[in-house]
């Protein structure tokens, strides 16, 4: 170690000290995600983070999120990047410039190894690689006195997953897993509007889908200098640039579809239906186009036992059609007194919907509990013309006795991009001021949700859980 990195790594002892008391104190505070810069007239101290893993996700992280004009979370919230790691050199150089271009002086490094031996002064880690190397990865960061946040899936493979949440414990370091409704406001709008308000009445069923047309999920390879030399490949575990480039589609590097885009769907049924486990899943897939090893489209089935009984909860995942009825990804959750609809796609068009039966609109309770959340500017009131309008555009019209439903929109807004609050949650729990919303314990109980869907595929049988398979 350089003379010069001795004395700076003494220097900022002090700062890294008080940075990792204060995120020991977090892990036992609550607060939301609060809005960028709101409150906060003191300079922040800064939180030095590594980048591990370079590719599309690391993108959506770092620039939409965080970069971006309307967050620059980095100034804000006093980030400074001082390290990349990726094993494409052509996506170091790549990100080590645009970094540069926002002002911030970072280090290259092909091995997440050689990234911990050099740099000294890093308090956290953002790992956005392929799911099979989110446990070494993170679990090495922790050892060495990093907070991690990871993308989800958590781990490709429950054993290293548990392994994560102990390790996180042992260390006493925060592991935040990229669940990123959790601290979505919205998500977090309508689980209140379903748990605590309870417009939706007794849910009995949910379902979720997403769903992608066929040209849409073999990704293209890379041509010229961004293509990996086979040497490079295969000192890291990949026989291909295939391989590396659409590695969600092997079982050693992924879970496939159901863990790529499903896991953040199935992780809102437990949530909403009150942080509950399933009791049993059921699952069928098919590999219908490019006979990859996972399942390019599934459709699974959801046992819970919630406060009012058994639940039912569909999911879906095709790679076949980008149709979806009300669009290609979202949630809904159907209760004796309303549906609830809601999907990460929002804007100022589509922030949820309520659709309450017309059965109990004479219902005093149920009247009562919705004026308290208009009141509350959680939901607006009925909105006749939108009723209308799908009446009239309906594409298929059914008749029937039965009454349709009547639309309230739900008014909670984000605008911003679908990861800062969550990243935001993770710095302000560093410093102290915030509990984590998607820690390892919690992300470990969806991946056993996830993955073992996959076995259900696999094995042709319905899989029961008991309480011991989500326990770390």
């Known amino acids: 170690m350089s003379a010069r990195r001795k004395e700076n790594q003494r220097q900022d002892m002090d700062r890294r000290t008080f940075m990792h008391a204060t995120a020991a104190l977090g892990a036992g505070l609550f ?5 960028f810069g709101q409150g906060d007239s003191e300079k922040k101290d800064p939180i030095n983070v590594a980048l591990i893993g370079l590719g599309e996700q690391c993108s959506r992280l770092v620039d939409d999120a965080m970069l971006s004009r309307e967050s620059r979370m980095d100034q804000k919230e006093n980030i400074c990047f001082k390290a990349v790691c990726d094993i494409s050199p052509y996506k170091r150089d790549l990100r080590r410039k645009r970094l540069r271009a926002f002002k911030h002086t970072v280090n290259a490094y092909e091995s997440f190894e050689e990234l911990l031996a050099e740099e000294k002064d890093l308090d956290a880690a953002i790992v956005a690689t392929p799911d099979w190397v989110h ?42 897993i990229g669940h990123q409704r959790r601290s979505n406001p919205r ?7 379903l748990r605590k308000h309870r417009l939706a009445g ?24 961004a293509i990996v030399e086979d040497a490079i490949l295969k000192k890291h575990g990949y026989g291909s640039m295939h391989e590396l480039v659409n590695w969600r589609w092997y079982e050693k590097f992924g879970g496939g579809p159901l863990a790529d885009l499903g896991s953040h769907q199935i992780d809102i049924f437990s949530w909403f239906l009150g942080d509950v486990h399933p009791a049993s899943v059921i699952a069928v897939g098919g590999q219908d186009y490019y006979k990859y090893q996972q399942h390019e489209n599934v459709m699974a089935v ?8 058994s639940v039912r909860a569909f999911y879906q995942v095709l790679n076949t059609s980008g149709y979806g009825t009300y669009g290609g990804y979202y949630e809904t959750f159907m209760g004796d007194v309303a549906t609830l609809l809601i999907s990460e796609f929002g804007g100022d068009w589509n922030n949820g919907w309520l659709f309450r039966e017309d059965y ?10 919705y004026s308290k959340c208009e009141g509350l500017k959680l939901v607006g009131i009925r909105n006749e013309a939108a009723e209308k309008k799908q009446q009239e555009e309906a594409l298929l019209k059914v008749g029937g006795s039965i009454s349709p439903p009547h639309f309230f929109p739900l008014l909670t807004k984000l605008d911003l991009a679908v990861h800062a609050p969550h990243l935001l949650n993770f710095f302000d729990a560093i410093r102290g001021k915030a509990k984590l919303t998607c820690p390892g314990e919690v992300a470990y109980e969806t991946a056993v949700a996830v993955l073992r869907a996959n076995d259900a595929i696999k094995e042709g049988k319905k899989i029961n859980f008991t ?3 989500f326990s770390v």
């Open 31 to 35: 607060a939301g995600p609060s809005a």
């Open 202 to 225: 007794k849910i009995k069923n949910a379902s979720a889908q997403w769903n992608r047309p066929v040209n849409g999920h073999d990704i293209s390879l890379p041509t010229g200098d």
């Open 302 to 309: 959801y046992e819970y036992s919630s406060n009012v009984g």
């Open 467 to 469: 309480k011991a398979d």
């Open 360 to 369: 109990v609109w004479a219902d005093k309770e149920v009247n009562n509990r």
């Open 187 to 193: 998500y977090i709008a309508a689980a209140d509007i």
């Open 135 to 176: 446990a070494p990865v993170s679990i090495a960061c922790m050892k060495a006195g990093l907070h991690v946040y990871c993308e989800k899936e958590m781990s490709n493979n429950l054993e290293t997953a548990k392994e994560m949440v102990k390790t996180s414990q042992a260390t006493k370091k925060l592991l935040q």
